[in-house]
């Protein structure tokens, strides 16, 4: 069965600090790999989104992320964290043959961010 | 824009009490996952519905929990006889189409307290 692994479930770090959060996931054939952001109070909102094609991936707001297809990671990086990140973040994936959109998501990981 | 509507916010129900979640999808959008995000942990896939189908129940539990999406009107999870253990926030997404390549929007979610 597919499944996806953040490794850190809470992070704190200061404002203008490097973050790095892992992700593993585990399937064998071709994924879709996501990383959504959910800010205090609000919905769920795509970060960035890795389909094909060059494996580093661009967000909003300064985010990006590599996927490493021979580490099964899709690790989520900004070299310069401010204290409006301050929220959970997951990560996920869609796969397989007769893909249907379904999201298998990791349990997430909070970051707070001290000013 | 209306983005995903969910109904109500917050619902509140004693053990063996019916629990009705609403969610009205972004305008234009045919296809609704529901997914369930218990204390501490990530969200997990439970349903996903086009228009009066349901196309993957694989993530649903085989007993008391129904969904629909009827042609008129929002999807419906029903969650009957409730017990202490249904106490979760349960989110909506919906997309434009099916597959791994379309967006899913996300809704703010109800959050379900069984007494």
């Known amino acids: 069965a597919q499944s996806v692994s953040q490794h850190n479930h809470h992070v704190i770090l200061s404002e203008a600090a490097s973050l790095e959060l892992g992700c593993n996931y585990s399937y064998g054939g071709t994924v879709n790999l996501f990383w959504y952001v959910q800010y205090p109070g609000q919905h769920l909102q795509l970060l960035l989104k890795?389909?094909?094609?060059?494996?580093l991936v661009k967000g909003i707001k300064g985010f990006e992320a590599e996927f490493i297809k021979s580490k099964f990671s899709f690790n989520l990086r900004k070299p310069s964290v401010q204290w409006s990140d301050t929220a959970e973040y997951f990560c996920a994936v869609n796969a397989g043959s007769g893909n249907t959109g379904k999201l298998i998501f990791g349990q997430g990981t909070t970051l707070q961010v001290k000013p | 824009n209306a983005g995903v509507m969910q109904n109500p916010r917050h619902l509140v129900r004693r053990r063996g009490q019916e629990a009705r979640l609403r969610c009205s999808p972004m305008?234009?959008?045919?296809?609704v996952y529901w997914y369930r995000q218990l204390p501490e942990e990530g969200l997990k896939f439970m349903v996903y519905l086009q228009k009066e189908n349901i196309i993957d129940e694989s993530g649903m539990p085989k007993e008391r929990f129904s969904a629909e999406f009827p042609k008129e009107g929002p999807s419906i999870l029903r969650i009957q006889q409730v017990v202490r253990g249904d106490s979760a926030a349960y989110f909506c997404?919906?997309?434009?189409?099916?597959?791994?390549?379309?967006?899913?929007?996300f809704g703010p979610g109800t959050r379900l307290t069984v007494l």
């Open positions: 890795y389909f094909s094609g060059d494996p």
């Open positions: 997404a919906s997309s434009a189409g099916t597959g791994g390549l379309n967006e899913q929007f």
């Open positions: 305008k234009g959008h045919s296809h």
